[in-house]
């Protein structure tokens, strides 16, 4: 008899972009077994988008960490414990840290992706129980400098504007921002607004032609670094042609003589020099911002991780506040958040110069309210250490005990050497992590192991303020728990030690709640007034935007409608602004201009989309991708190992010709770390100079050489599984399990090589596939290791051996499916090989050429390429022949039906539908 197979929905978000789309997370209680979009949820009325869509299979426990794991001394292994001695340690440890060295001793390094109740606890923890302000966040990395543009300009961090507002502008001016593959659910709401009203503006400023920029109207591929000239030359088109909105200015704005006698001089054709553009082109990108009746913009990183990433922001905002395009529909500066929560975070004040909404830690009336709130004698005054500074703080000695958790900095700030040093000097490392794998772990003397997706409740909130109940579907596995709970418990520990026996009052909460409930008071009166939320209410009335204050009916979409803003005087700031171009110049020794960002279908540091075969099938392995010139002036060819190198060190990769860059320049994206490469990934190469005012880090600009690495010992392993996965969480010890415990096996081997990558491949049969270069001969016995850890090393394999050319060949068939593959010196048939592989394809007929030295598949083998469409598992090479065939976008998605499910790859189909056209 079979028992009824229970099947339920909970509604969550998706936890990964600050788009915040909602999503249904299907289980039966114990297990979470698939996903699909809320289709009530206004961010997203049901789409999601390739990660989104394939967050089940992040669910699995194989690389969770599930217990508590302590150590000893430094240099002694982890052992596992129990929570009491886990907290009971953190508590003695830090409160020994602050009796001996004081408050500001310690710090907490915290995330943009913990929930609203965790980082508000993480906030009062510090701030109100141990004195110091020392918490700050990932979001330092990501937002600040919008949070301090908007707070220079407009009096209060906060976006005006709401997705709605797509549909309604006439012109939509995106500077420094990807969204379609960063916020690609909100691209779809573009591409529809474009689609209802073909004559809407799309102008994209970008130094690279990136899928968002091949979409629009007017693409602006400025030099990296230059975009306030060009806001500047803009704002001087604006003035010359008449395009001010003189009384807006007058009555609701403080400070625009400076500004338009700064940009005076600032004419096209002196910005067209600077930022490497045509002069006609900055003219029409403010004629069209000037001459519709509605236009908004949309920034990102781009303009954030710049030396002046506040002022970037300022100059974009002041071309709104010029022609007085805010506060109405289609109007307005929208910063479009990175991290899903990084507003909520925001809200609480969990950075180090913030206080709880939206409070201000020099106002010492500011600094009354919320100890009257928390019912503690007072809040420290003195600003905490901003994310660069602590890490410098901690590598100085200053920090001696830190606690990090739901961020993975050893692979995400800049110059990582001196970070992975700080953490290695530091006293005591706490990592609460959901992952037991990443960068940072094997820093931790204790890691605690959280809850995460599925498994939590609590609040987020997106990029146009909405609010939104996250629920939970299953319990937490293993020991994992919620990290609010994980920091209640610890502050409860903590509080008798540094004699402030108060903590057991202060972090009594019931449940997360009880915190949303605190914390909702404490926007009273504030800009961001939620005091009319509950989770009662969002779940009767669903997701809800902010300001909602007690009595109100509904949130607001738009703000600023009255034309006043949230300063003394109630009306906005122009800032004139200052800055170099870039901290670090290209010179003869570092020709390269380098920027980094990120691919469609990875997030961050890999540990979750990292786990998902399928999400490797865009983009399989780490590489720099340079302009053809450069290349050819380097007499490089597409795919050859290159050593890049920077003031602050090197890595080897991949290199790949690229029409997205303009020569000059080089992209590398920020995923992959030290679990895909050999190294830590491009933050080895990037510089932590940061802005005056937000102390965000130019993630974006570094200067670098490439020289081609000479690493002739070539070696592939691939590995798949016989049998079927199933599908969500999945059992352990299927095949999907078994190939991500192999990854982790695989993973500490990358090191020893001079050149190495680890991805998995496949989309239904995952596989992992190691790539190696060497310097010298891989040692044999290093390939038998290999082998026993794979099971490539018994008579399922056949085998081949040229020892005098350095050529060995294993190949595992079971059941007449390859399972396993270990090629060296010759790697030539790699590609098609790991299509047999992974589509499982027959063998019988292959046999005989599964070890000969074919670069391209025998007949009877398919070879598919790389995969563009990932729902529904379309190859570029299938829609290059479709092309070919004088296929048009409508036809592929009718035959093909490539694009007809997420719409990820739409932008790139429609682009190569062009690059078709322009070639036929
Ligand atoms: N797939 C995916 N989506 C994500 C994330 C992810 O990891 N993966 N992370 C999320 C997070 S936390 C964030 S913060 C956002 C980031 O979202 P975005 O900022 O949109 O993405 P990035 O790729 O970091 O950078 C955007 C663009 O800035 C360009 N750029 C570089 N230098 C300059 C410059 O000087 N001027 C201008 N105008 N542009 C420049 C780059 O070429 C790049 O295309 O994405 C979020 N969404
Ligand atoms: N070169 C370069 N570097 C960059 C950037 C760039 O553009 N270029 N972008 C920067 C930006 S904008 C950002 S936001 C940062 C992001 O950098 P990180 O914050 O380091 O990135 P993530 O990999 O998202 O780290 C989040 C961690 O939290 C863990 N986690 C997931 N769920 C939970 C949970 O519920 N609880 C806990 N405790 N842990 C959980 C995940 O496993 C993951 O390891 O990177 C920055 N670094
Ligand atoms: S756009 Fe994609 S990654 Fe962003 S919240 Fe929506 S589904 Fe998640
Ligand atoms: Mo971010």
């Given at each position: 008899m079979t028992t009824p197979e229970i099947k339920m929905e909970t509604k969550a978000t998706c936890?990964?972009?600050?788009?915040g789309c909602g999503v249904l997370i299907e289980h039966d209680g114990a297990r979470i077994t698939g996903v699909r979009g809320?289709?009530?949820?206004?961010?997203?009325?049901?789409r999601l988008c390739t990660k989104g869509a394939t967050?089940?299979?992040?669910?699995?426990?194989?690389?969770?960490?599930?217990y508590p794991e302590l150590r000893g001394t430094k240099g002694e292994a982890r052992r596992r414990v129990g929570w009491d001695e886990a907290l009971g340690t953190a508590a003695q440890r830090f409160a020994d840290v602050i009796k001996e060295?004081?408050?500001?001793?310690v710090a907490f390094y915290i995330s943009g992706q913990l929930l609203t109740e965790d980082y508000y606890v993480f906030n009062k923890l510090m701030k109100?129980?141990?004195?110091?302000?020392n918490v700050d966040t990932n979001s330092r990395l990501c937002m600040s400098s919008a949070v301090a543009a908007y707070k220079q300009t407009?009096?209060?961090?906060?976006?005006?504007?709401?997705?709605e507002d797509f549909a309604e502008t006439d012109c939509l001016l995106i500077a420094g921002g990807n969204p379609s593959y960063a916020h690609p659910i909100a691209f779809r709401r573009i591409e529809d607004a474009k689609a209802a009203r073909p004559d809407m503006k799309i102008i994209v400023v970008d130094p690279r032609r990136t899928d968002t920029a091949a979409t629009?109207?007017?693409?602006?591929?400025?030099?990296?670094?230059t975009d306030i000239w060009l806001f500047n030359a803009m704002l001087n088109v604006l003035l010359w042609e008449g395009h001010i909105d003189n009384a807006f200015v007058r009555e609701h704005t403080e400070g625009f003589d400076a500004l338009r006698e700064h940009v005076r001089e600032i004419t096209p054709a002196v910005a067209a020099e600077v930022c490497g553009v045509k002069a006609e082109d900055i003219r029409t990108a403010a004629r069209w911002w000037g001459e519709s009746p509605r236009a908004m913009s949309l920034w990102c990183?781009?303009?954030?991780?710049?030396?002046?990433g506040t002022h970037n922001g300022a100059a974009l905002i002041a071309l709104s506040l010029a022609t007085g395009k805010?506060?109405?529909?289609?109007c307005g500066p929208f910063s479009m958040t990175g991290q899903p929560n990084a507003m909520g975070g925001r809200e609480v004040g969990g950075l180090a110069n913030l206080l709880s909404?939206?409070?201000?830690?020099?106002n010492p009336a500011h600094r009354a309210e919320i100890a009257r709130l928390w019912g503690v004698e007072s809040v420290p005054e003195k600003p905490g250490l901003t994310a660069v500074e602590l890490f410098d703080a901690m590598h100085e000695g200053r920090i001696k005990a830190v606690w990090v958790a739901c961020t993975n900095p050893a692979q995400s700030l800049p110059e990582l050497e001196r970070v992975r040093e700080a953490l290695a000097r530091c006293e005591f490392v706490v990592l609460q992590e959901a992952?037991?794998?990443?960068?940072?772990a094997p820093f931790a003397d204790l890691l605690l192991p959280a809850a995460t997706w599925g498994e939590k409740e609590g609040t987020v909130t997106n990029s146009e303020r909405r609010i939104t109940h996250v629920n939970r579907a299953i319990p937490a596995p293993g020991e994992t728990r919620a990290d609010w709970a994980i920091v209640c418990d610890f502050a409860r520990k903590l509080g008798p030690l540094i004699g402030k026996p108060e903590a057991q009052r202060l972090f009594g909460y019931a449940g997360p709640e009880a915190i949303f409930t605190e914390h909702a008071e404490s926007t009273?009166?504030?800009?961001?007034?939620?005091?009319?939320?509950s989770y009662a209410l969002l779940d009767a009335q669903g997701p809800q935007q902010w300001p909602?204050?007690?009595?109100?009916t509904e949130g607001r979409a738009r703000l600023y409608a009255d034309g006043r803003f949230p300063t003394a005087d109630g009306k906005a700031r122009f800032v004139v602004p200052t800055g170099r171009l870039t901290a670090e110049r290209a010179d003869a020794r570092y020709p390269l201009r380098l920027t980094t960002g990120r691919l469609r279908d990875q997030w961050h540091g890999m540990s979750r989309t990292g786990?998902?075969?399928?999400?490797?099938?865009?983009?399989d392995e780490a590489r720099i991708e340079l302009n053809a010139d450069d290349m050819h002036l380097r007499g490089l060819r597409d795919g050859e190992l290159v050593r890049v190198k920077s003031r602050r060190g090197e890595i080897v990769l991949r290199a790949a010709a690229s029409g997205e860059i303009r020569s000059g320049q080089a992209f590398v994206a920020m995923h992959w770390g030290a679990n895909a490469l050999n190294?830590?990934?491009v933050n080895v190469l990037t510089l932590r100079e940061f802005d005056p005012?937000?102390?965000?880090?130019?993630?974006?600009h570094a200067t670098v050489q490439i020289e081609k690495a000479d690493l002739p010992y070539q070696a592939l392993i691939m590995r798949g599984e016989p049998g079927e996965p199933t599908e969500g969480?999945?059992?352990?010890?299927d095949p999907a399990g078994i190939t991500l415990e192999r990854a982790a096996r695989l993973a500490?081997?990358?090191?020893?090589?001079a050149y190495a990558s680890l991805a998995l491949a496949g989309r239904d049969y995952p596989a992992v596939v190691l790539r190696i270069a060497h310097?010298?001969?891989?040692?044999s016995a290093w390939l038998d290791e290999l082998d026993a850890l794979l099971g490539l090393?018994?008579?399922h394999c056949l085998t081949y051996s040229d020892a005098r050319r350095g050529i060995t060949k294993r190949a595992r068939i079971e059941d007449g499916l390859l399972v396993g593959l270990r090629l060296t010196g010759?790697?030539?048939?790699a590609g098609w090989l790991r299509d047999v592989l992974v589509e499982r394809q027959p063998t019988a007929e292959l046999r005989r050429w599964i070890?000969?030295?074919?670069?391209s598949p025998p007949a009877a083998a398919k070879s598919r390429g790389r995969i563009v469409c990932n729902c529904l598992n379309v190859s570029e090479s299938d829609i290059a022949a479709a092309i070919g065939g004088g296929a048009g976008f409508d036809d592929l998605q009718d035959k093909?039906?490539?694009?007809?499910?997420?719409?990820?790859c739409v932008p790139e189909i429609k682009r190569m539908v062009a690059a078709g056209r322009s070639a036929a």
């Amino acid at each position: 008899m079979t028992t009824p197979e229970i099947k339920m929905e909970t509604k969550a978000t998706c936890p990964y972009c600050g788009v915040g789309c909602g999503v249904l997370i299907e289980h039966d209680g114990a297990r979470i077994t698939g996903v699909r979009g809320d289709p009530e949820h206004p961010a997203n009325f049901g789409r999601l988008c390739t990660k989104g869509a394939t967050l089940h299979f992040t669910a699995r426990h194989e690389t969770r960490l599930l217990y508590p794991e302590l150590r000893g001394t430094k240099g002694e292994a982890r052992r596992r414990v129990g929570w009491d001695e886990a907290l009971g340690t953190a508590a003695q440890r830090f409160a020994d840290v602050i009796k001996e060295h004081g408050p500001d001793a310690v710090a907490f390094y915290i995330s943009g992706q913990l929930l609203t109740e965790d980082y508000y606890v993480f906030n009062k923890l510090m701030k109100g129980l141990i004195g110091s302000n020392n918490v700050d966040t990932n979001s330092r990395l990501c937002m600040s400098s919008a949070v301090a543009a908007y707070k220079q300009t407009l009096g209060a961090d906060a976006p005006p504007c709401s997705y709605e507002d797509f549909a309604e502008t006439d012109c939509l001016l995106i500077a420094g921002g990807n969204p379609s593959y960063a916020h690609p659910i909100a691209f779809r709401r573009i591409e529809d607004a474009k689609a209802a009203r073909p004559d809407m503006k799309i102008i994209v400023v970008d130094p690279r032609r990136t899928d968002t920029a091949a979409t629009a109207d007017l693409h602006l591929p400025i030099l990296p670094g230059t975009d306030i000239w060009l806001f500047n030359a803009m704002l001087n088109v604006l003035l010359w042609e008449g395009h001010i909105d003189n009384a807006f200015v007058r009555e609701h704005t403080e400070g625009f003589d400076a500004l338009r006698e700064h940009v005076r001089e600032i004419t096209p054709a002196v910005a067209a020099e600077v930022c490497g553009v045509k002069a006609e082109d900055i003219r029409t990108a403010a004629r069209w911002w000037g001459e519709s009746p509605r236009a908004m913009s949309l920034w990102c990183q781009g303009l954030n991780q710049s030396t002046h990433g506040t002022h970037n922001g300022a100059a974009l905002i002041a071309l709104s506040l010029a022609t007085g395009k805010i506060g109405k529909p289609g109007c307005g500066p929208f910063s479009m958040t990175g991290q899903p929560n990084a507003m909520g975070g925001r809200e609480v004040g969990g950075l180090a110069n913030l206080l709880s909404a939206h409070r201000d830690l020099a106002n010492p009336a500011h600094r009354a309210e919320i100890a009257r709130l928390w019912g503690v004698e007072s809040v420290p005054e003195k600003p905490g250490l901003t994310a660069v500074e602590l890490f410098d703080a901690m590598h100085e000695g200053r920090i001696k005990a830190v606690w990090v958790a739901c961020t993975n900095p050893a692979q995400s700030l800049p110059e990582l050497e001196r970070v992975r040093e700080a953490l290695a000097r530091c006293e005591f490392v706490v990592l609460q992590e959901a992952y037991g794998n990443t960068e940072t772990a094997p820093f931790a003397d204790l890691l605690l192991p959280a809850a995460t997706w599925g498994e939590k409740e609590g609040t987020v909130t997106n990029s146009e303020r909405r609010i939104t109940h996250v629920n939970r579907a299953i319990p937490a596995p293993g020991e994992t728990r919620a990290d609010w709970a994980i920091v209640c418990d610890f502050a409860r520990k903590l509080g008798p030690l540094i004699g402030k026996p108060e903590a057991q009052r202060l972090f009594g909460y019931a449940g997360p709640e009880a915190i949303f409930t605190e914390h909702a008071e404490s926007t009273r009166g504030r800009d961001l007034d939620i005091t009319g939320l509950s989770y009662a209410l969002l779940d009767a009335q669903g997701p809800q935007q902010w300001p909602f204050p007690e009595g109100a009916t509904e949130g607001r979409a738009r703000l600023y409608a009255d034309g006043r803003f949230p300063t003394a005087d109630g009306k906005a700031r122009f800032v004139v602004p200052t800055g170099r171009l870039t901290a670090e110049r290209a010179d003869a020794r570092y020709p390269l201009r380098l920027t980094t960002g990120r691919l469609r279908d990875q997030w961050h540091g890999m540990s979750r989309t990292g786990k998902v075969a399928r999400l490797y099938n865009h983009v399989d392995e780490a590489r720099i991708e340079l302009n053809a010139d450069d290349m050819h002036l380097r007499g490089l060819r597409d795919g050859e190992l290159v050593r890049v190198k920077s003031r602050r060190g090197e890595i080897v990769l991949r290199a790949a010709a690229s029409g997205e860059i303009r020569s000059g320049q080089a992209f590398v994206a920020m995923h992959w770390g030290a679990n895909a490469l050999n190294s830590a990934g491009v933050n080895v190469l990037t510089l932590r100079e940061f802005d005056p005012y937000s102390k965000q880090p130019e993630l974006k600009h570094a200067t670098v050489q490439i020289e081609k690495a000479d690493l002739p010992y070539q070696a592939l392993i691939m590995r798949g599984e016989p049998g079927e996965p199933t599908e969500g969480q999945g059992d352990s010890g299927d095949p999907a399990g078994i190939t991500l415990e192999r990854a982790a096996r695989l993973a500490p081997w990358l090191e020893r090589f001079a050149y190495a990558s680890l991805a998995l491949a496949g989309r239904d049969y995952p596989a992992v596939v190691l790539r190696i270069a060497h310097d010298q001969p891989i040692p044999s016995a290093w390939l038998d290791e290999l082998d026993a850890l794979l099971g490539l090393d018994d008579d399922h394999c056949l085998t081949y051996s040229d020892a005098r050319r350095g050529i060995t060949k294993r190949a595992r068939i079971e059941d007449g499916l390859l399972v396993g593959l270990r090629l060296t010196g010759e790697t030539a048939a790699a590609g098609w090989l790991r299509d047999v592989l992974v589509e499982r394809q027959p063998t019988a007929e292959l046999r005989r050429w599964i070890l000969a030295p074919l670069a391209s598949p025998p007949a009877a083998a398919k070879s598919r390429g790389r995969i563009v469409c990932n729902c529904l598992n379309v190859s570029e090479s299938d829609i290059a022949a479709a092309i070919g065939g004088g296929a048009g976008f409508d036809d592929l998605q009718d035959k093909l039906k490539c694009g007809t499910s997420c719409g990820s790859c739409v932008p790139e189909i429609k682009r190569m539908v062009a690059a078709g056209r322009s070639a036929a």
